[in-house]
């Protein structure tokens, strides 16, 4: 099993910075795509930003020139630097990974357990 612990969240102003971490640890093989997904009360859980392991990046459009994903291979850690965070950035952020325990079994997703980032004034 691989487990994603997540850190970094916490209440931040407007127009503050955060900086999310998520380390994997367990039986791991290799590690596919990396990624971090919101959800905010009342809607939908939704991608934020997901990275290859050739470190190829996507972003939602929402976050796009604010939100800066990276990872360390070697160390199984995915970050997520956000900036000039907005009051609608407040939601549970959730790390997700697609890893393989063995070379010969598929990649399987696994889930953090959230952490929540607030931002007001």
């Known amino acids: 099993q691989v487990q994603l612990v997540e850190s970094g969240g916490g209440l931040v102003q407007p127009g503050g910075s955060l900086r999310l971490s998520c380390a994997a640890s367990g039986t791991i093989f290799r590690i596919n795509a990396m990624g971090w997904y919101r959800q905010a009360p009342g809607k939908e859980r939704e991608l934020v930003a997901d990275i290859t392991s050739s470190r190829s990046t996507n972003y939602a459009d929402s976050v796009k020139g604010r939100f800066t994903i990276s990872r360390d291979n070697a160390e199984n850690t995915v970050y997520l630097q956000m900036n000039s965070l907005k009051p609608e950035d407040t939601a549970v952020y959730y790390c997700?990974?697609?890893?393989?325990?063995?070379?010969?079994?598929?990649?399987?997703?696994?889930w953090g357990k959230g952490t929540l980032v607030s931002v007001s004034s």
């Open positions: 997700n990974a697609n890893a393989q325990t063995s070379r010969w079994r598929h990649g399987m997703d696994y």
